[in-house]
């Protein structure tokens, strides 16, 4: 299972920047999908979660009403959209897929099985 998350970027504070991470090997349609951030020295944290079909959809509390999480099966890809991005957004941001058929808790990471490499978010002030 390989997941390559692409997107990432500088922006200034207010900006916006769309996350895809695209998966092979797995059989996507089955699997739910997160997105999660860490910052170096803090623990990863759950930022967003979508189930197999496209829902329910989980948010954390600190991006909720600023960004989308979405999911195209057919091109075995999950997107999330973030606006009104602030500095404290900036981090190293990961999807990861949990295995078909496997228990999950939508934003604890250590409940999924798949990780992409990342791709890093700055956000300047």
């Known amino acids: 299972v390989q997941l390559v998350e692409s997107g990432g970027g500088s922006v200034q504070a207010g900006g916006s920047l769309t996350l895809s991470c695209t998966a092979s090997?797995?059989?996507?349609?089955?699997?739910?999908m997160g997105w999660f951030r860490q910052v170096p020295g803090k623990e990863r944290e759950g930022v967003s979660s979508?189930?197999?079909?496209?829902?329910?959809?989980y948010y954390g509390d600190s991006v909720k009403g600023r960004f989308t999480i979405s999911r195209d099966n057919a091109k075995s890809t999950v997107f999330l959209q973030m606006n009104n991005l602030t500095p404290e957004d900036t981090a190293m941001y990961s999807c990861?897929?949990?295995?078909?058929?496997?228990?999950?808790?939508?934003?604890?990471?250590?409940?999924?099985?798949?990780w992409g490499q990342g791709t890093q978010v700055t956000v300047s002030p």
């Open positions: 990861a897929a949990v295995a078909s058929g496997r228990w999950w808790q939508p934003l604890l990471p250590i409940t999924y099985d798949y």
């Open positions: 090997g797995l059989d996507f349609g089955a699997s739910a």
């Open positions: 979508i189930d197999r079909d496209g829902g329910p959809i």
